[in-house]
C-alpha cells in the first residue's frame, strides 16, 4: 500500500506537490478551528474556506490552486469531485477574481523591448550580474519557466534534474553559432524524458549564447556537474534571487 500510495505522490511534478501539501494544511486548519470534518467535507466548509481566504487576502490563483488539493485529497480517499459541477464554487471565485483584477497592478510581459532597456548588463564584469543576465537571456530566448533555469527556494540541487554545466554544448552553423540546451525535465515532462533545446547568437547586446559564454567563463577548473549558474557567494541561483530583480 506505501508504495502504491508513493506512485500516486510521485504522478505529480515536486513543486506540485508542495502547494498541494499547503493547501490541505490550510484547509485542515482551517477545519480544525471551526470543529468541522475536512474529508469528505461539506459544501458549506468549502465555500466558509473560500471566504476566509478572501480574507486573508490570497490572490485568486492562490486560492484554485488551493482547491485543487482539496480535490486531491478527496479523492485519493475515495471520495467524490469537490469542485465538479459547483455553481456556488465557481461562482465565489469568479467575484474573488472580479474584485482582485480592480486592484491589482498590471504586470508587463517581458518583451524583447524590455530586454533591450537592460542590454547593459552584458557589459558588467560583476560576477553575479553576468550570471543573472545569463539565466534572463537563456530564459527570454529558450521559453523556459523559471524553475527550469533555477533551483526551487529551500531545495537541494540534484544534477539529474536541474540544470549543469554539461547541458549547454557551442555549436557552428551555416547560418552562425549556435548552442544547444539540454532540459532534462520539466513541468510537463514529469518522467524525464528530456528535451534539446536550440538557441541561435544573435550578434547583439541581447544575446543568449554570449551570455552563456560570459557566464561559463567564470567557471574554474573542472566543470562536470557543476550547477548552471552559480553566485559568488557560491550559492546556486534560486527562483527567489532570480524574480526578484526582474520585478523592478
Known amino acids: 500500500v506505501k508504495k502504491s500510495d508513493l506512485l500516486i505522490k510521485n504522478g505529480l511534478q515536486m513543486s506540485t506537490q508542495k502547494t498541494y501539501l499547503a493547501g490541505q ?3 485542515i486548519k482551517f477545519c480544525d478551528r471551526f470543529s468541522l470534518e475536512y474529508c469528505p467535507a461539506s459544501q458549506t466548509s468549502i465555500l466558509a474556506y473560500i471566504a476566509d481566504c ?3 487576502n490570497l490572490r485568486h490563483g492562490t486560492i484554485v490552486n488551493y482547491l485543487y488539493a482539496i480535490r486531491s485529497m478527496h479523492l485519493e480517499n475515495g471520495h467524490g469531485d469537490i469542485l465538479k459541477d459547483n455553481f456556488s464554487v465557481k461562482r465565489a471565485l469568479k467575484a474573488i477574481h472580479t ?6 497592478n498590471q504586470k508587463l510581459a ?3 523591448k524590455i530586454m533591450k532597456s537592460l542590454e547593459t548588463l552584458h557589459r558588467s564584469k560583476i560576477h553575479d550580474t553576468i550570471v543573472m543576465w545569463s539565466a534572463m537571456t537563456l530564459a527570454f530566448f529558450g521559453l523556459f519557466r523559471c524553475n527550469e533555469i533555477t533551483i526551487p527556494d529551500n531545495s537541494t540541487f540534484c544534477p539529474n534534474k536541474n540544470m549543469t554545466t554539461n547541458d549547454i554544448s557551442f555549436h557552428k552553423g551555416v547560418n552562425g553559432t549556435f548552442m544547444k540546451v539540454m532540459l532534462k525535465q520539466s513541468k510537463t515532462d514529469t518522467i524525464g524524458t528530456g528535451v534539446q533545446v536550440i538557441i541561435g547568437c544573435t550578434e547583439t547586446n541581447v544575446c543568449a549564447v554570449c551570455a552563456m559564454k560570459n557566464n561559463l567563463s567564470l567557471f ?3 566543470k562536470k556537474d557543476t550547477p548552471l549558474f552559480v553566485l559568488n557567494n557560491g550559492s546556486i541561483l534560486s527562483r527567489k534571487v532570480f524574480v526578484s530583480p526582474t520585478r523592478t
Open 220 to 222: 574554474i577548473g573542472n
Open 110 to 112: 517581458i518583451d524583447h
Open 25 to 27: 494544511k490550510s484547509f
Open 99 to 104: 474584485k482582485q483584477d480592480n486592484t491589482c
Open 54 to 56: 478572501d480574507g486573508r
